[in-house]
């Protein structure tokens, strides 16, 4: 058979521990025997962040928004144990901060459905999309310590005029904390999360917490309806959906009993949290994918899980692990599939689209990783447990 050929190159990060080694597997077992791949490989591992002091995150990125698609491996966001662990000369920043600050942008996650993993919610029957906003707030914060003494906002405008305001008169210490987002990276927020849902012809939810925070958060909201109301009302009506927007604790009731086929836009710090929350009620983390859509239509894709520390140091000492790839063979899919868009290679999608399908139905056959075994319930099929390689070798089998 003669490979899949490709016109522009993807961008490639590799990462760290488990996932480094699925990364590996993924290509040699299910992308390079169909397709002459072609990237631009950048080693975001933490020991070439040390070694480049974290320039390769940021020349990955801006290699992002030349060619305008990347696949990422999940990468260590270091602390001090890790710092320890491998040596390194500082704590460099997270990857994904790093990336996210450079493309801006709205970071999508759905789940990856399967017939046989029923979600913790029964009533849930469709996928819940959570649109993250992936620019500032706590991740772009400055904090401090404070001691006895007074702590203060202070805003110096361009003609240098000057507005103080009171944050907390200290009586003894405590902690302060100032974030920041802007009127442009909300703004493309906006159109990222209601151009979004138009394409997927689903309903979109905004929520924030504007009764408390009401000029932050209340910027949000009232962005939000401006671009609406301006540019996309009559579209979602003629599309026959809605936009609605609410407090966020009213959402998550609200999302608990829906039957789903939501699009759940979120600020920056409710969609990290949320998204774990649907992940795993869904059924597992392993199953969620992920993807940075920027405002300039830049696309990056990865699984919404974490290295998997601890599958990996089993996988060190010669033990077989049984670690999920399906949300990091999706990160390639959902990346391939965008090339082949942009590049018109029908072949390329559609090869993209039938290893999705290929992957869904080895786990609706009964051939899954060990996360998936205990919650596996479909007549006539028994869960039989796979180690990482041979499961992909199964999905392979039906390519
Ligand atoms: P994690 O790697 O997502 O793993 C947490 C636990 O979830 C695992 O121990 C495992 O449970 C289960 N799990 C996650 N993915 C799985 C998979 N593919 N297959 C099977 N089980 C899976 O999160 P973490 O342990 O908190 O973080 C580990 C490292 O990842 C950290 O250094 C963190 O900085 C980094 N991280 C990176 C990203 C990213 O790059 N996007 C995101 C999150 C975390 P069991 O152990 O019970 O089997
Ligand atoms: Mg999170």
Redesign the pocket.
């Known amino acids: 058979m003669e490979k899949i050929k490709m016109k522009t190159p993807l961008v490639e990060m590799d ?5 480094r080694i699925l990364w590996q597997w993924i290509k040699e077992i299910l992308i390079e025997p169909y397709v002459e791949l072609k990237t631009e490989y950048y080693d975001l591992g933490l020991k070439n962040r040390d070694l480049t002091d974290d320039k390769v995150t940021v020349e990955s990125a801006l290699a992002t928004k030349k060619y305008g698609v990347a696949v ?1 491996c ?6 001090y144990q ?1 710092v320890e662990e491998y040596g390194l000369k500082e704590m460099w920043k ?3 901060g790093t990336i996210r600050a450079i493309l801006d942008g709205t970071v999508f996650r759905s789940p990856i459905i399967v017939d046989g993993i029923a979600p913790y919610i029964p009533t849930w029957k469709k996928p819940i999309v959570i649109a993250r906003h992936a620019y500032g707030d706590i991740y772009k914060a400055v904090d401090g310590k404070a001691g006895k003494g007074k702590a203060e906002l202070t805003f110096y405008d361009e003609n240098g005029e000057r507005v103080t305001k009171e944050v907390f008169d200290f009586k003894d210490g405590g902690v302060v904390c100032a974030m920041h987002n802007t009127d442009k990276s909300i703004e493309s927020f906006a159109r990222s999360c209601f151009n979004y849902a138009l394409a997927v012809k689903l309903p979109l939810w905004f929520s924030t917490k504007d009764t408390i925070s009401k000029v932050y958060d209340g910027n949000f909201k009232a962005i939000f309806n401006r671009i609406y109301e301006t540019e996309y009302k009559e579209k979602f009506e003629k599309a026959g959906i809605e936009y609605m927007y609410t407090l966020i604790d009213d959402v998550v009731a609200r999302i608990i009993r829906s039957e789903g086929g939501i699009v759940w836009a979120t600020k920056n710090y409710d969609g990290d949290v949320m998204s774990d929350m649907l992940a795993t009620a869904f059924g ?3 199953m969620m994918t ?1 993807v940075l859509v920027s405002p300039d239509g830049v696309y990056e894709y ?10 990996y140091y089993k996988y060190l000492k010669g033990e077989e692990t ?7 063979i999706f990160a390639w899919t959902g990346a391939l599939k965008k090339r082949g868009e942009l590049d018109d290679l029908p072949e390329l999608s559609a090869f993209a689209d039938k290893l999705e399908k290929a992957t869904v139905s080895t786990i609706e056959d009964g051939e899954m ?3 998936l075994v205990g919650l596996f319930k479909k007549d006539g099929v028994s869960p039989k447990k796979l180690n990482s390689k041979d499961f992909l070798q199964a999905i392979a089998k039906r390519l």
Do not use: Y
Request: aromatic share 0%.
């Open positions: 990462g760290d521990e488990m996932t990422k999940a990468t260590i966001t270091p602390n890790r997270s990857p994904n597992s983390l392993a992920s990865e699984a919404a899980h974490g290295t998997v520390t601890r599958h049984s670690t999920n790839p399906v949300a990091t990783t060990g996360d």
